[in-house]
Nanobody
């Protein structure tokens, strides 16, 4: 399984950005796809996750009501729509794929993408 994250860039505070994570191979309905981020000098932080089959979602407190995760089954892609971006959202964003919620949300997903940099200027 390979995960290819894209969509990062430099934006201003208040702007929006959409990240994509394309996955190779089959994704089972029970799989959970997630996004994490890591800012310079900080620990990796859970951002959001989605159950591939039914589409159940979960968000970290810092992005709730601003970010939306979704999936495109036809394209084997997970999307992260980020609105009302803040300078503190600046980080490398990683997508991950795991076999269950616990593994993904505790950062123990089996597969990780290479990351895409998001920079939000004030």
């Amino acid at each position: 399984v390979q995960l290819q994250a894209s969509g990062g860039g430099l934006v201003h505070a208040g702007d929006s950005l959409r990240l994509s994570c394309a996955a190779s191979g089959r994704i089972f309905s029970s799989a959970v796809m997630g996004w994490f981020r890591q800012a310079p000098g900080k620990e990796r932080e859970f951002v959001s996750a989605i159950r591939w089959g039914v589409g159940t979602t979960y968000y970290g407190n810092s992005v709730k009501d601003r970010f939306t995760i979704s999936r495109d089954k036809a394209k084997n892609t997970v999307l992260l729509q980020m609105n009302s971006l803040k300078p503190e959202d600046t980080a490398i964003y990683y997508c991950a794929k795991g076999s269950d919620w616990d593994k993904v949300m505790t950062g123990k997903a089996e597969y990780w993408g290479q990351g895409t940099l998001v920079t939000v200027s004030s």
